[in-house]
C-alpha cells in the first residue's frame, strides 16, 4: 500500500498520514483528536484497533513541504475478510469470533445513535483483519485502515442520519449475513443485538424518512433466516 512500510522484525507497520486529509492551521491537534477517536472505537470488547503511536516525521534542511505525520502500528498477522477463507475445522471458532465482533459493533452503533459521536467513514470488508497481533494468543477481528476519515453523528442535525445508516447500520447488517455464511449456522445473538437496534430506530419519530427507506432496504437484502447454507471449504 501506498504510503506504508514494514518493519518485520519488531512486527511493526509505519503508515503515513496522506497530507490532503490534513488541516494546514492546526494539524498536530487534528492528529491527536483522530488518535482518540480510533482509540474510542477500539475501547468496545471484541472490537479491536492494533495499538499504535504517533510520529511526526522530519524533512531534509530546506525541504519546504508539509512535514509527514506517522501512525507506527502493531502488524496483525492474518488475512482481511474480503479474502479469508474458512476451513471447516476454523468455522466453529471463527463464527464465536465473528458473532462477539458484530455484537460490539452494534453496542458501539447504539452508544453513536444515542450520545452521537465520530465513527470511521469508510467501512469495508478489506478494512477488518481477522488474525492476531504478536501480543495475542487467540485470533482477532481488527480495524486496520488507521487514517483520520472519520463522520460525526449529531441527533440535532438531520443531514447526519443517513450516512449513519448506511456506512455504521447496514455495514453491521452485511457482516452478520456475511458472518453466518462462515459459521454456516444462524447467528442469534448478533441476530438479536441487530434487531433491538433496528427496532429503536424505526421507533424513534425523529429518524428520517430517506434513512429509514434505507434501512427497509437493508432488511430486505439480508432475510432473517435460520442458517446460510454455503460450500465448505475443505
Known amino acids: 500500500m501506498r504510503g506504508q512500510y514494514y518493519l518485520p522484525k519488531c512486527h511493526k507497520i509505519i503508515r503515513r498520514i496522506a497530507n490532503y486529509q490534513l488541516n494546514k492551521k492546526n494539524p498536530q491537534q487534528q ?3 483522530g488518535a482518540q477517536q480510533l482509540r474510542n472505537f477500539g ?3 471484541d472490537l479491536h484497533v492494533p495499538k499504535f ?3 511526526r516525521g522530519a524533512l531534509a534542511k530546506g525541504d519546504m513541504r508539509f512535514e509527514p505525520y506517522l501512525f507506527v502500528v502493531d502488524e496483525v498477522i492474518g488475512n482481511n475478510l474480503s479474502v479469508k477463507k474458512f476451513k471447516r475445522s476454523e468455522r466453529e471458532e471463527a463464527g464465536r469470533v465473528l458473532e ?3 455484537i460490539s459493533f452494534v453496542n458501539f452503533a447504539k452508544d453513536i445513535y444515542q450520545n452521537g459521536g465520530f465513527y470511521p ?3 469495508l470488508y478489506h478494512q477488518y483483519v481477522y488474525g492476531k497481533t504478536a501480543d495475542d494468543t487467540e485470533n482477532k477481528v481488527y480495524f486496520v485502515d488507521l487514517d483520520l476519515k472519520f463522520n460525526n453523528f449529531n441527533r ?3 443531514e447526519t442520519f443517513l450516512p449513519y445508516s448506511s456506512l455504521i447500520v447496514g455495514f453491521i447488517g452485511g457482516l452478520i449475513k456475511y458472518s453466518e455464511s462462515v459459521a454456516n449456522r444462524s447467528l442469534g445473538n448478533a441476530r438479536e443485538n441487530y434487531s433491538k437496534l433496528l427496532n429503536s430506530l424505526f421507533n424513534d419519530p425523529t429518524f428520517p424518512s430517506d434513512a429509514r427507506e434505507f434501512l427497509i432496504e437493508v432488511l430486505e437484502r439480508i432475510p432473517y433466516e435460520d442458517s446460510q447454507k454455503e460450500s465448505d471449504t475443505v
Do not use: K
Request: net charge negative; proline share 11%.
Open 31 to 33: 492528529i491527536l483528536d
Open 43 to 45: 475501547s468496545y470488547p
Open 53 to 55: 503511536e504517533v510520529m
Open 100 to 102: 462477539s465482533f458484530v
Open 121 to 123: 467513514s469508510d467501512q
Open 156 to 158: 440535532e442535525n438531520p
